[in-house]
T-cell receptor, first 112, second 110 residues
């Protein structure tokens, strides 16, 4: 089955800096890659996703890149703010099922 | 979180007791998922339903775990008997287009 590796497990940045979280996946058939943000005491919430026919996608301060050849994808957050502090999960899924395999998560801490 | 209601939000029970977790999707969906989240193992998919039919329960850890979906607006996850290692946060998620998680139930088994 699919295996998703996520790094780093913890990321600490100063407010205003950029943050990058990287993931790799094992199954070349995966073609849908969502990213989730989980705040304390809440369930994961989708923040951005990318499909295999696209190399990059942006939404305001967040962007995701995908390299299908290398089987890795990344989340980029620019101009970080304290409210960006949360756990971020990457995921990968195959085909039209959209049943993702999740990475282990990255705890992002943004210091004011 | 408004699309999925989970109850209870917190449950503390003693080893050996039966525990029932509930999920009520509000919006339309075709899939419903149950996940377990722990520090050790991260997010684990336990079981998922398609149109109220269980499709894959290979993630259910033991026979002590069972899940039902009697209709499109309600699902339960039952643990009987519960054990301390079942302590975790349990999430229900639906899939209108992509996965949409509920707020979770934090279960503590003493």
């Amino acid at each position: 089955g699919e295996n998703v590796e996520q790094h780093p497990s913890t990321l600490s940045v100063q407010e205003g800096d950029s943050a990058v979280i990287k993931c790799t996946y094992s199954d070349s058939a995966s073609n849908y890659f969502p990213w989730y943000k989980q705040e304390l005491g809440k369930g994961p919430q989708l923040i951005i996703d990318i499909r295999s026919n696209v190399g990059e996608k942006k939404d305001q301060r967040i962007a995701v890149t995908l390299n299908k050849t290398a089987k890795h994808f990344s989340l980029h957050i620019t101009e970080t703010q304290p409210e960006d502090s949360a756990v971020y999960f990457c995921a990968a899924s195959i085909g039209g099922s959209y049943i993702p395999t999740f990475g282990r998560g990255t705890s992002l801490i943004v210091h004011p | 979180d408004a699309g999925v209601i989970q109850s209870p939000r917190h449950e503390v029970t003693e080893m050996g007791q039966e525990v029932t977790l509930r999920c009520k999707p509000i919006s339309g969906h075709d899939y419903l998922f149950w996940y377990r989240q722990t520090m050790m193992r991260g997010l684990e998919l336990l079981i998922y339903f398609n149109n109220n039919v269980p499709i894959d329960d290979s993630g259910m850890p033991e026979d002590r775990f069972s899940a039902k979906m009697p209709n499109a607006s309600f699902s339960t996850l039952k643990i009987q008997p519960s054990e301390p290692r079942d302590s975790a946060v349990y999430f229900c998620a639906i899939r209108p287009d992509t996965q949409y998680f509920g707020p979770g139930t934090r279960l503590t088994v003493l």
